[in-house]
């Protein structure tokens, strides 16, 4: 993972995320049936990164430049109800977010790819991009994945903010408590 110095900072003041979908949430292709029906495929690691952030008190939101049937159903199974489709340029979006949620830029991150994604990027506290991303973002991001789009780059940049804020040893700890049972409730203290 590349992380600019200034990065750490900026993450303890998130609580906001917001994702691009096309090469962020998705690998960036899109998959068209002989019916014309479009298909997206999301990562698994991603969406229980995005469920863990919800449960550690994140917000999250989608910005994305196409409409789809696809997003809406993914955002609604994730629980991210701030959803914003058909955005070409994603600034209108990103102000209305604000108003909504009541934050600052500094208290909110963006993960991009493109270059429809800098705009927005030039303006939050934390601009991070996937490990595929185009160079023009790479440059413009406080942190740089070490996976692609749509395969676990979501994931890593939220572990990357639990850790800046603290929240990743909790986090675990709730993962490696076993489950009490009959077989072995004389084992657990």
Request: contains cysteine.
């Amino acid at each position: 993972m590349e992380i600019h110095s200034k990065a750490i900072e900026a993450a303890r003041k998130i609580k906001l995320i917001i994702f691009d979908v096309d090469g962020v949430l998705t690998d960036g292709g899109i998959y068209i049936g002989e019916q014309g029906e479009l298909y997206k495929p999301f990562y698994c690691r991603d969406g229980l990164g995005i469920t863990l952030a919800h449960k550690r008190g994140l917000k999250t939101a989608i910005i994305t430049g196409r409409k789809s049937k696809q997003v809406a159903f993914r955002a609604k199974e994730l629980h991210i109800s701030e959803v914003f489709q058909g955005n070409s340029d994603k600034r209108e979006a990103y102000d209305e977010l604000k108003k909504r949620t009541g934050l600052r830029d500094e208290e909110i991150a963006y993960i991009g790819d493109d270059l429809i994604d800098l705009p927005i990027m030039l303006q939050v506290g934390l601009p991070m991009a996937v490990a595929d991303a185009i160079p023009d973002v790479r440059m413009h991001s406080l942190v740089v994945s070490c996976c692609p789009g749509g395969r676990g780059a979501v994931r890593e940049l939220l572990e990357f903010i639990f850790k800046a804020q603290g929240k990743w040893e909790d986090l675990m700890a709730s993962f490696l408590i076993p489950v009490k049972s009959e077989e072995n409730a004389g084992l657990i203290q």
